[in-house]
Structure formats: C-alpha cells, structure tokens
T-cell receptor, first 115, second 112 residues
Framework: DVKVTQSSRYLVKRTGEKVFLECVQDMDHENMFWYRQDPGLGLRLIYFSYDVKMKEKGDIPEGYSVSREKKERFSLILESASTNQTSMYLC?????WGQGTYEQYFGPGTRLTVT | AQSVTQLGSHVSVSEGALVLLRCNYSSSVPPYLFWYVQYPNQGLQLLLKYTSAATLVKGINGFEAEFKKSETSFHLTKPSAHMSDAAEYFCAVSTRDNDMRFGAGTRLTVKP
C-alpha cells in the first residue's frame, strides 16, 4: 500500500523559531510537493521537487525553504516562524508526468500553530 | 495556466438523496482531472481521475464523474448519499508535472 508519512500531526511553535516539517514516501516517486491548506483557499503550492537536490518555487514560497537530500524525503523549513504561518501543511508525492497515472498521494498533514 | 472553480463551498443533502458537486476547469491543453476527498484532520484521498480515456469515470465509495469537454466540467455525483460521505471534496486539474491546481473545496453535509 502506498504511503506518505509526515513527522508530526500537530505542532505548536513560538514566533521566531526555526521549524522543520519532514515528509517521507515509500513509492519511489520522483516528484514531491508541499502545500498549505487554509479554509476557503483550498491547497496552495509552496514548493515542489522533481529530483534529489532539485526544487522549484510554487505559488507562495515566501518565508519557506525546502531540502531534498534523498529521493524519499522532502523537508519544509520555516526559517523564522510567524503567526501567519499557522496552517495545515500537506505533503504529497507523484510519479513523473507520462509515467503511470500521475495522481498525487498525500500524507496525513501537520497542523502547525505559531504563537 | 489551468484553474479550477468549484461551485458552492457548502452542499447539504439528506441521507439517500443524490449528491452533485460541481467543478469547472480552465485549460488550454487536454487536462487530467481529479476528485479528492478529505475527512477531518486527514490528508487528501483520491476518489477518481480522468486521464483521457472514458469520459465517465467511476471511483471509490460509489462516486462517479463525467468529463464534458464542451462544458469544461467534471461534476462529481453519487446516486444515494450516506452519512459517511460527509467530508470536504476537492477538484483538481493538471497538465504537467508541477502544475496541479486545486479548487477551493466543497464541504458536504449529510443530514439524517
């Protein structure tokens, strides 16, 4: 069974802290994604990665960075957390366009609260 | 770039009634289309997908959707709602690796 796991389900951090969210997939997927989900806004793409050490900015990259040192692991980093980064963060992975059916598989999400 | 519009942020139906969740897309090239479901405090789970084969797509839990190119629509239906269908539903469109776009979501409530 395909699986995407995220390091924490719930996280509470203080303003200014550095925050690491980790995601691991076991499907040997090339693509990995980080989204944030806010009520009424759907999912917004923060960053994605199409290969190890490769990354591209999504729609809302400001205040975030990412790291992909191994194919199965994709980390989201909040360099200095702020209250407006309180949100649900979802990680996903997919195969490459044209291979397989390309749907994205999601982790359970991390609900981050910044106080 | 492609985009998705889901009509109605909240839909309420009675148990046993027809479920209809609307999705319209915009894309300059043939798209792949998806419906996902999200239960409270969980990630998204794929319900069904259209990838240029049959226009009527059947998914899990009795849901289906029909791709209508002339109407640029991909509405999700289920003949008879069940209490367990209460969740948030997202329509998504994609045309290349890094560009899957999600709608804002529709929250489905099922009344007993």
């Amino acid at each position: 069974d395909v699986k995407v796991t995220q390091s924490s389900r719930y996280l509470v951090k203080r303003t200014g802290e550095k925050v690491f969210l980790e995601c691991v997939q076991d499907m040997d997927h090339e693509n990995m994604f980080w989204y944030r989900q806010d009520p009424g806004l759907g999912l917004r793409l923060i960053y994605f990665s199409y290969d190890v050490k490769m990354k591209e900015k999504g729609d809302i990259p400001e205040g975030y960075s990412v790291s992909r040192e191994k194919k199965e692991r994709f980390s989201l980093i909040l360099e200095s957390a702020s209250t407006n980064q309180t949100s649900m963060y979802l990680c996903a992975s997919s195969s490459v366009w044209g291979q397989g059916t390309y749907e994205q598989y999601f982790g359970p999400g991390t609900r981050l609260t910044v106080t | 770039a492609q985009s998705v519009t889901q009509l109605g942020s909240h839909v309420s139906v009675s148990e046993g009634a027809l479920v209809l969740l609307r999705c319209n897309y915009s894309s300059s090239v043939p798209p792949y289309l998806f419906w996902y479901v999200q239960y409270p405090n969980q990630g998204l789970q794929l319900l069904l997908k259209y990838t240029s084969a049959a226009t009527l797509v059947k998914g899990i839990n009795g849901f289906e959707a029909e791709f209508k190119k002339s109407e640029t629509s991909f509405h999700l239906t289920k003949p008879s709602a069940h209490m367990s269908d209460a969740a948030e539903y997202f329509c998504a469109v994609s045309t290349r690796d890094n560009d899957m776009r999600f709608g804002a979501g529709t929250r489905l409530t099922v009344k007993p």
